[in-house]
T-cell receptor, first 114, second 113 residues
Framework: AQSVTQLGSHVSVSEGALVLLRCNYSSSVPPYLFWYVQYPNQGLQLLLKYTSAATLVKGINGFEAEFKKSETSFHLTKPSAHMSDAAEYFCAVSGPDNDYKLSFGAGTTVTVRA | DAGVIQSPRHEVTEMGQEVTLRCKPI?????LFWYRQTMMRGLELLIY????????DSGMPEDRFSAKMPNASFSTLKIQPSEPRDSAVYFCASSLRQEGTTFFGQGTRLTVV
């Protein structure tokens, strides 16, 4: 079985500050890992994904995430927060052994202070 | 491609009524998923199809829920009869196996009063 845990249901950052969202996964096979972003009243938009290539993955809107097998982590970062980054962020895991069904974390809501 | 298209975007219905949610996946995708999002339970997978065939419906909460995929470009999720606890946002998503990325529709916000 695969699962993810997102640490912190809510993160508040100042505009221009580092954004760090934490995600730890559990998987018995090499996982596929994803970060999705959800803006209010919108669907989920893919930010980035890891599928066993480079461990540092760059995504859209200046976000990146690093896969660390030893720590079973896939934390999401952005060096400088923008007001438009205010949204809910979901970490998810899947894999070819389970038809790529996504298992989601509980989500982290990001607010950005001016 | 226009992405995954869901209709309606919003649905308000009275308890006991039948509700049908619709989805058009991305052309060429061979997997289709229905998810439900609530404050209490987060995002949960209800059912998914591979090449129009239902593979796993263990997430469907009750027999009141049913889903069909009559062809590669259309799927429905039906609730009959609807209850207030069914109020949620329902997402349809699709993917291509060899690519492994799931794309989501904008969702249908269902309110049962």
């Amino acid at each position: 079985a695969q699962s993810v845990t997102q640490l912190g249901s809510h993160v508040s950052v100042s505009e221009g500050a580092l954004v760090l969202l934490r995600c730890n996964y559990s998987s018995s096979v090499p996982p596929y890992l994803f970060w999705y972003v959800q803006y209010p009243n919108q669907g989920l938009q893919l930010l980035l994904k890891y599928t066993s290539a480079a461990t540092l993955v760059k995504g859209i809107n200046g976000f990146e995430a690093e896969f660390k097998k030893s720590e079973t982590s896939f934390h999401l970062t952005k060096p400088s927060a923008h007001m438009s980054d205010a949204a809910e962020y979901f970490c998810a895991v899947s894999g070819p052994d389970n038809d790529y069904k996504l298992s989601f974390g509980a989500g982290t809501t990001v607010t950005v202070r001016a | 491609d226009a992405g995954v298209i869901q209709s309606p975007r919003h649905e308000v219905t009275e308890m006991g009524q039948e509700v049908t949610l619709r989805c058009k996946p991305i052309s060429g995708h061979d997997y289709l998923f229905w998810y439900r999002q609530t404050m209490m339970r987060g995002l949960e997978l209800l059912i998914y199809f591979n090449n129009n065939v239902p593979i796993d419906d263990s997430g469907m909460p009750e027999d009141r829920f049913s889903a069909k995929m009559p062809n590669a470009s259309f799927s429905t999720l039906k609730i009959q009869p609807s209850e207030p606890r069914d109020s949620a946002v329902y997402f349809c998503a699709s993917s291509l196996r060899q690519e492994g990325t799931t794309f989501f529709g904008q969702g249908t916000r269902l309110t049962v009063v």
